[in-house]
């Protein structure tokens, strides 16, 4: 019954490899979110698909490409992975009308060694 | 620039005891959200509770009420009769208007990380 799911909830890499995180929501929203909480919690918006279209890309270096198949996924891959890429990366999703009531995922711890 | 600031980044409350934290927001919009997240060890973000700007009666969930002081742009939270379950990362948040095709986000302030002692 789980609202907003991510996988893997883990992730622990090297530097240079390419990883993708999943991201899927069962709400019928068309609206979904990636978040990015650093080292010192910190959260703050990376990108935002509306019924698959990208309408916020927050300054993120290009080696981050969101892929949204649908409008019920929304997935992040990351290409060489670097030192300073370990987070935690929330998902969140809404409906386009209701941007307040934002649901999020149960993050994803990335650490890259 | 829109911002959200949490002046707190600790505090602590006796169990059973009220606690207060700030925030304080910047904002040229004239309708907008706010909010109040909790984030306890288990990382899972879980909403506590929401202002609408245009209503000036302050939201009230259960142990968890406001402050909102729309002149001020203040947005306090109170916790009253506190629990050890409250220990957790309280994050302020201001729903902001990103860019010009209309898409909104969560901005983040840094956080108020709260210890409950028994």
């Known amino acids: 019954d789980t609202a907003v799911s991510q996988t893997p909830k883990y992730l622990v890499t090297q530097m240079g490899n390419d990883k993708s995180i999943k991201c899927e929501q069962n709400?019928?929203?068309?609206?979904m979110y990636w978040y990015k909480q650093d080292s010192k919690k910190f959260l703050k918006i990376m990108f935002s698909?509306?019924?698959?279209?990208?309408?916020i890309n927050e300054t993120v270096p290009n080696r981050f490409s969101p892929k949204s198949p649908d409008k019920a996924h929304l997935n992040l891959h990351i290409n060489s992975l670097e030192l300073g890429d370990s987070a935690v990366y929330f998902c969140?999703?809404?409906?386009?009308?209701?941007?307040?009531?934002?649901?999020f995922g149960p993050g994803t711890r990335l650490t890259v060694t | 620039a829109q911002t959200v600031t949490q002046s707190q980044p600790e505090m602590s409350v006796q169990e059973a005891e009220t606690v207060t934290l700030s925030c304080t927001y910047d904002?040229?919009?004239?309708?907008?959200?706010l909010f109040w997240y909790k984030q306890p060890p288990s990382r899972q973000m879980i909403l506590v509770i929401r202002?609408?700007?245009?209503?000036?009666q302050n939201a009230t969930e259960n142990r968890f009420s406001v402050n909102f002081q729309k002149a001020a742009k203040s947005f306090s939270l109170k916790i009253s009769d506190s629990q050890l379950g409250d220990a957790a990362m309280y994050f302020c948040?201001?729903?902001?208007?990103?860019?010009?095709?209309?898409?909104?986000?969560?901005?983040f302030g840094k956080g108020t990380s709260l210890l409950v002692t028994p």
């Open positions: 969140a999703s809404s409906r386009r009308t209701a941007t307040y009531e934002q649901y």
């Open positions: 709400l019928g929203h068309d609206t």
């Open positions: 698909y509306n019924n698959k279209e990208l309408i």
């Open positions: 904002t040229s919009e004239s309708d907008y959200y």
């Open positions: 202002q609408e700007a245009y209503k000036q």
């Open positions: 948040a201001y729903r902001s208007l990103v860019n010009s095709n209309s898409g909104y986000a969560l901005n």
